[in-house]
């Protein structure tokens, strides 16, 4: 299994950003595709997750309403739209796959891609 996470970049506070989740190497049907962050100093962070499948979606608290998760089945990719963000949004992004137990939870999840840097400007 291959995630190749893209998008990530510099952005005023308010602004949006795209970033993209190239998945391959397994069928992805009873998965689900979760996308968490990294900020220096502090902890890994749940963002967002969507199921393959039923398109059923989560947000943490801090993004629900700015930020959007989404898939394209066919083409095996999975979106994280970003809007108003803020400076406290600025962390290494990271998208992942699993099937296992809450998909809020890391440990859930058995496949990361390598990352990409969103930085907010105040």
């Known amino acids: 299994v291959q995630l190749q996470a893209s998008g990530g970049g510099l952005v005023q506070a308010g602004g949006s950003l795209r970033l993209s989740c190239a998945a391959s190497g397994r069928p992805f049907s009873g998965y689900f595709m979760g996308w968490f962050r990294h900020a220096p100093g502090k902890e890994r962070e749940f963002v967002a997750y969507i199921w393959w499948s039923s398109g059923m979606t989560d947000y943490a608290d801090s993004v629900k309403g700015r930020f959007t998760i989404s898939r394209d089945n066919a083409k095996k990719m999975v979106s994280l739209q970003m809007n108003s963000l803020k400076p406290e949004d600025t962390a290494v992004y990271y998208c992942?796959?699993?099937?296992?137990?809450?998909?809020?939870?890391?440990?859930?999840?058995?496949?990361w891609g390598q990352g990409t840097l969103v930085t907010v400007s105040s």
């Open positions: 992942a796959t699993g099937y296992r137990a809450d998909p809020r939870d890391w440990v859930s999840y058995d496949y």
